[in-house]
């Protein structure tokens, strides 16, 4: 009576354990699944990021490599170079811009001068180039 009643509780211990394994083991690849989905997703959306982080790093690492070219260079008593395109670029525009000016102060003072050379007739002088005297 004793003895079957503990094969009995063994024998439920042991589905249960069963059981318990199963479950844990259909979990596990499940879970492995969904992993496994989750890594192509992030391995699809990170080569963007990546790219864009490697294009970042690059960018700043140039940039970080002109400063440490400046400094030392100033660390060396070197003057830096005059930056010959901004002074060639501004020397265009102001020669443009003062083109542009000219060409709209001699079309006024042009506008102007043709006012002035109206003449004006008097038709009340007897003498008037308006000839209704005649």
Known sequence: MFGSNLLDRRGKAERVADQAWQHLLSAAGSAGDSVRDATRTARR???GFADDATDLVGSA??????????????????????????????????????????????????????????????????????????
């Open 61 to 134: 690492a140039e940039e970080a490599r002109r400063r440490a070219t400046l400094a030392f260079d100033a660390l060396a008593g070197r003057r830096p170079a005059l930056p010959w395109t901004l002074l060639i670029a501004a020397a265009l525009a102001g020669a443009a811009i003062g083109w542009a000016a000219g060409t709209a102060a001699r079309a006024a003072g042009s506008r102007d001068r043709a006012a002035d050379e109206i003449e004006f007739v008097d038709v009340d002088r007897p003498n008037s180039p308006a000839g209704l005297d005649g």
């Open 45 to 47: 959306n990170s080569s």
